[in-house]
């Protein structure tokens, strides 16, 4: 049976898990890694989630993969070759550990920028973040045993968020700040 899909309500210890993790990777990658970053909603505070920590790590390139694959490996993450987007690397948590999800992508890049922005936005508009939680509970419970179909139903709202971040960053300036980690 497949696992369903669950938004919870934001929860004040993913920041600190998050730091936790992020310090074992800094470490353990050094500067092949420029930035890691807090991504996705758990990154909001007071945002719903999926208990679930993302993680982005800016590598300067993807491939060779063994410069970050290994240090990672070594750490116990599960690298997912199957992967089908072809814009980043993707790593899973140690068996038995909680659920993170760690996507490497090239620095720089549209796919790097977007969560970040998207993330940016969120943290400085609480409405519009409130407005993704009710879209994603209103998903979840449509297509709780469908993870596939939850995220595509989302996306509708994700692109009228992020047309919105858009027009926000190009008013503010926006750029990455510095990393998390």
Same mark, same amino acid.
Request: with cysteine.
């Given at each position: 049976?497949?696992?369903?899909?669950?938004? &919870?309500?934001?929860?004040?210890?993913?920041?600190?898990?998050?730091?936790?993790?992020?310090?074992? !990777?800094?470490?353990?990658?050094?500067? &092949?890694?420029?930035?890691?970053?807090?991504?996705?909603?758990?990154?909001?505070?007071?945002?719903?989630?999926?208990?679930?920590?993302?993680? #982005?790590?800016? &590598?300067?390139?993807?491939?060779?993969?063994?410069?970050?694959?290994?240090?990672?490996?070594?750490?116990?993450?599960?690298?997912?070759?199957?992967?089908?987007?072809?814009?980043?690397?993707?790593?899973?948590?140690?068996?038995?550990?909680?659920?993170?999800?760690?996507?490497?992508?090239?620095?720089?890049?549209?796919?790097? #920028?977007?969560?970040?922005?998207?993330?940016?936005?969120?943290?400085?508009?609480?409405?519009?973040?409130?407005?993704?939680?009710?879209?994603?509970?209103?998903?979840?419970?449509?297509?709780?045993?469908?993870?596939?179909?939850? &995220? #595509?139903?989302?996306?509708?709202?994700?692109?009228? !968020?992020?047309?919105?971040?858009?027009?926000?960053? #190009?008013?503010?300036?926006?750029?990455?700040?510095?990393?998390?980690?």
């Amino acid at each position: 049976m497949p696992t369903p899909v669950e938004i &919870v309500d934001y929860d004040p210890g993913w920041p600190g898990r998050f730091a936790a993790l992020a310090a074992a !990777l800094r470490a353990a990658l050094g500067d &092949v890694a420029p930035r890691i970053d807090h991504i996705g909603s758990t990154a909001v505070p007071g945002l719903a989630a999926k208990p679930v920590i993302d993680i #982005q790590i800016s &590598v300067r390139s993807l491939d060779p993969v063994d410069p970050f694959r290994d240090p990672l490996e070594r750490l116990g993450y599960v690298y997912r070759a199957d992967n089908p987007e072809r814009t980043k690397r993707y790593f899973r948590e140690p068996p038995g550990r909680p659920r993170t999800h760690i996507h490497i992508r090239r620095q720089g890049t549209f796919a790097e #920028q977007f969560p970040l922005l998207f993330r940016d936005y969120l943290r400085a508009h609480p409405a519009a973040a409130a407005e993704y939680a009710t879209e994603k509970r209103r998903c979840a419970a449509r297509f709780r045993l469908d993870r596939p179909a939850y &995220v #595509q139903a989302k996306d509708e709202c994700v692109w009228a !968020l992020i047309r919105r971040a858009d027009a926000w960053s #190009q008013r503010t300036g926006w750029s990455p700040g510095p990393p998390d980690a």
